[in-house]
């Protein structure tokens, strides 16, 4: 079992940063990939980015490339995604997800646990 709680949503202006974090807690953090989807309304749930068990390996949506970077730290069991130059496209639920038997970066159903969510608004 992995439980992920996601924190450091909000509101900003376009242009703005934010960095969002997911804790993990239950099965060994460094023996899964994670990844962040985002939900924004009336739309379905889109990869955004995913990092490796080691952090070795990442991967981007085309849309979030150059501008979010994924991180993680295993000794502090969090996930990280930073997110700078925000659009307004970016607005959305975010949702950090593990994946606790493989690498499959992209496909949501290979993610077996996932986190409650955190909004992310960009004004323009």
């Known amino acids: 079992q992995v439980q992920l709680v996601e924190s450091g949503g909000g509101l900003v202006q376009a242009g703005g940063s934010l960095r969002l974090s997911c804790a993990a807690s239950g099965r060994t953090f460094s023996s899964y990939a994670m990844g962040w989807f985002r939900q924004a309304p009336g739309k379905e749930r889109e990869f955004v980015a995913a990092?490796?068990?080691?952090?070795?390996?990442?991967y981007y949506a085309d849309s979030v490339k150059g501008r979010f970077t994924i991180s993680r730290d295993n000794a502090k069991n969090t996930v990280y995604l930073q997110m700078n130059s925000l659009k307004p496209e970016d607005t959305a639920v975010y949702y950090c997800?593990?994946?606790?038997?493989?690498?499959?970066?992209?496909?949501?159903?290979?993610?077996?646990?996932w986190g409650q969510g955190t909004q992310v608004t960009v004004s323009s």
């Open positions: 990092i490796s068990w080691s952090g070795g390996s990442t």
């Open positions: 997800a593990a994946d606790t038997s493989g690498w499959a970066p992209v496909d949501s159903a290979k993610y077996d646990y």
